[in-house]
């Protein structure tokens, strides 16, 4: 990959990592509900997780998600299941000292696998190797744009889970905490419509 190319890598990073999505709403939700201190975990794995997709797809993957229909939907269709149902718990949740049961933050490992089922980011991962690597460099362009989603993912990711905690703030009923769930998990099935239809 040229460095002429760069500024459109990153215009890309800041498009898909700042705008709202299955990762940004869970990482909203949880720092509305958890503090930001206890999603830094969720939010390392996403910011971490999702560059090191990009690597292994740049490297190896992105032929053949490319080529093959069978596992390109059976990914898509997964992994939009998986976020509805993320999408449920999300609104079922009672929040800052809940006595809901096993209600904690995402977990590191748990973040970071949740990038090979996420739909956007399969969508994006594909795009991305598809412009931005080239078969006659194949480790430096990959590393290239797996850096450039790292650095801005890590803002992208604690900005989300900070403004999900100052919004905190105002949600000091439970009644305002439960709209707020609500309206992030509709959040996360309006990114999945939205991802179903292309």
């Given at each position: 990959m040229?460095?002429?190319?760069?500024?459109?890598?990153?215009?890309?990073a800041v498009a898909t990592l700042f705008t709202p999505g299955p990762n940004n709403a869970m990482l909203a939700a949880s720092g509305a509900n958890f503090g930001f201190r206890p999603t830094i975990p969720h939010l390392l794995g996403v910011a971490l997780g999702f560059p090191l997709m990009l690597l292994i797809?740049?490297?190896?993957?992105?032929?053949?998600?490319?080529?093959?229909?069978l596992l390109r939907?059976?990914?898509?269709?997964g992994g939009a299941a998986l976020l509805v149902w993320i999408a449920w718990k999300v609104a079922m949740s009672g929040g800052t000292g809940s006595k809901s049961e096993g209600a904690h933050p995402m977990t590191f490992l748990k973040?970071?696998?949740?990038?090979?089922?996420?739909?956007?980011?399969?969508?994006?991962?594909?795009?991305?190797?598809?412009?931005?690597?080239?078969?006659?460099?194949?480790?430096?362009?990959?590393?290239l744009v797996a850096g450039a989603f790292l650095t801005l993912g890590l803002l992208s990711s604690a900005t989300w889970?900070?403004?999900?905690?100052?919004i905190a703030r105002w949600l000091t009923t439970a009644?305002?905490?439960?709209?707020?769930?609500?309206?992030?998990?509709?959040?996360?099935?309006?990114?999945v419509v939205e991802l179903l239809r292309h």
């Open positions: 040229s460095y002429e190319m760069l500024p459109a890598l990153l215009a890309l797809v740049g490297l190896a993957l992105g032929e053949l998600f490319r080529t093959s229909v939907e059976g990914l898509r269709w973040a970071v696998g949740f990038q090979w089922i996420n739909p956007k980011g399969w969508s994006i991962a594909v795009a991305a190797t598809s412009q931005f690597i080239r078969p006659e460099e194949p480790m430096a362009a990959a590393t889970a900070y403004a999900g905690r100052a009644r305002r905490l439960r709209v707020f769930n609500i309206i992030m998990a509709l959040l996360i099935v309006a990114s």
